[in-house]
């Protein structure tokens, strides 16, 4: 993908700027992934990735390939979503307690259920408790799943240190754990048990 | 027993766990139930979260696009040369109608005898020419019809059903695009 996104650069840079739409073509989709579990909103997500595509083609001629085209847009993305929720006052930062470096152990004392994955409900009810993850989870575990970012381009993108990173995706992925359970439980997804 | 923690079970899941801990993990899988249901559990959020929900919607390129890359404005011979065949069918469609509605309305043909007799005089040499010839000549009807009401009466039709066409472009079509855009 790297190397497509390249030639399309370097078309654009040498005054095809209709190639751009191909750059479109590629990233809208996965950027509104980000967007959207980041505003919450899909007017404003469409809106903000807009505006970042806009200001990543008029940043292209300054861009240095210090990391992959996907790595730099996604940065503006996430950026441009961060202003539209520091601009309607909306939490964004996770407290330090939340950040701290804890163990994370499995529950002591229940059993994980049997879950009727193949279930059609099962990955709609996964994307539904994904978005109901504060903005700081949802972000970094969206770009982890969705953008398929190891940790160091997670680093690169939400610029946070890299223990914040971990520490926050290993929690995102324990909520949305139980929240799935949870939402299993009550909708009947959940096999009768196996094992004592 | 002593469970694997979530750390290790999401390391082993996510491959990213070194050789030691995978083997570890893999030995303690194949007898602990707890842990192997959680281990499948997570493998089965990663595969579901990894499916992206979200399609921006349709049009959105064609709204990017303006914004870093606007299209030269077309002169007006550019866009008359885009819609020649558009033109051309308008006509072709206006030509028929005009002619069948000049049919229906009882508009008819008239001889004039000025010009019968020209025409007359014309092929009678012709066909003297083509007997001198020694070939079989054959008779040559031509009707010469006066035009000058008919045409007028087309010309102003023309104009009124481009214009009409005209201001349903202008007011309907390009309403109707924009909505769908």
């Known amino acids: 993908m790297s190397d497509q996104d390249f030639d399309v650069v370097q078309r654009i840079l040498g005054g095809q700027k209709r190639a751009y739409s191909d750059l479109v073509e590629r990233h809208k989709d996965k950027a509104m992934a980000l967007a959207m ?3 919450k ?43 539209n929720l520091s601009k309607k006052k909306d939490e964004f930062s996770v407290s330090m307690e939340e950040d701290e470096d804890r163990p994370l152990e499995l529950p002591a004392d229940e059993p994980t259920p049997d879950i009727a994955y193949e279930s059609s409900e099962f990955q709609n009810i996964v994307h539904g ?23 160091d381009e997670i680093v690169d993108v939400a610029g946070v240190p890299l223990g914040t990173v971990k520490n926050r995706l290993f929690r995102a992925r324990t909520m949305l754990r139980d929240a799935v359970l949870e939402k299993m439980k009550e909708t009947g997804g959940v096999r009768k048990e196996r094992v004592a | ?12 899941v996510d491959g990213t766990a070194d ?10 899988l194949a007898v602990c139930e707890r842990c192997r249901r959680e281990a499948e559990l997570h493998k089965k959020l990663l595969k579901a979260g990894r499916q992206n929900p979200y399609k921006t919607s349709p049009g959105f390129i064609e709204r990017v696009m303006p914004r870093v890359a606007p299209q030269p404005k077309s002169s007006w011979a550019t866009v008359i040369l885009n819609n020649l065949a558009n033109i051309f069918s308008m006509m072709l469609v206006l030509g028929i109608l005009g002619y069948a509605i000049s049919l229906k309305s009882g508009f008819k043909l008239t001889e004039n005898p000025e ?32 035009t000058s009401n008919k045409t007028g009466k087309l010309v102003i039709f023309s104009l009124l059903a481009l214009l009409t066409l005209g201001v349903v472009d202008r007011f309907v079509v390009r309403r109707i695009i924009k909505t769908k855009l």
């Open chain 1, 129 to 151: 408790e994904i978005e109901k993850l504060p903005h700081a989870y949802a972000s970094i575990l969206t770009l982890f799943l969705v953008q398929d970012m190891t940790y």
């Open chain 2, 19 to 28: 050789y030691a801990s995978q083997a570890q993990c893999t030995s303690h």
């Open chain 1, 37 to 39: 579990r980041m505003l």
């Open chain 2, 1 to 12: 027993m002593t469970h694997l923690t979530m750390t290790q079970i999401l390391q082993y």
């Open chain 2, 115 to 146: 010009y019968s007799a020209m025409t007359k005089i014309f092929t009678d040499a012709y066909a003297k020419i083509k007997q001198s010839a020694g070939e079989q000549t054959h008779q040559i009807s031509v009707k010469v019809t006066p």
């Open chain 1, 41 to 83: 909103n899909r007017h404003d997500a469409e809106e903000a990735i807009q505006d970042a595509f806009v200001r990543a083609f008029n940043a292209l001629p300054r861009f240095e390939w210090k990391s992959s085209f996907s790595t730099w847009f996604y940065r503006i993305v996430f950026n441009v979503c961060a202003t």
